[in-house]
């Protein structure tokens, strides 16, 4: 179960998948995977829901 992660200016979405992977999909050709502290480290103003997403899927 993917938990899409609410991200104010950012292009695309955002998401936490099972393995605790955060996948950053920009568009259908465009898609990164990213660790947890790599995603903060773009987007630090969303430290908080990142953490979140990571505790709900514990």
């Known amino acids: 179960m993917a938990l899409q992660i609410t991200v104010h ?7 936490v998948n099972d393995d605790g992977e955060l ?3 920009k568009s ?8 947890a502290q790599d995603a903060i480290r773009r987007w630090p103003a969303a430290e908080r829901e990142i953490r979140s997403a990571l505790k709900t899927l514990e």
Not at 28 to 35: A, D, K, Q
Request: hydrophobic residues 40%; glycine residues 12%.
């Open 28 to 35: 259908t050709l465009e898609t990164e995977v990213l660790t």
């Open 23 to 25: 996948v950053h999909v």
């Open 9 to 15: 200016g950012i292009e695309g979405t955002l998401e």
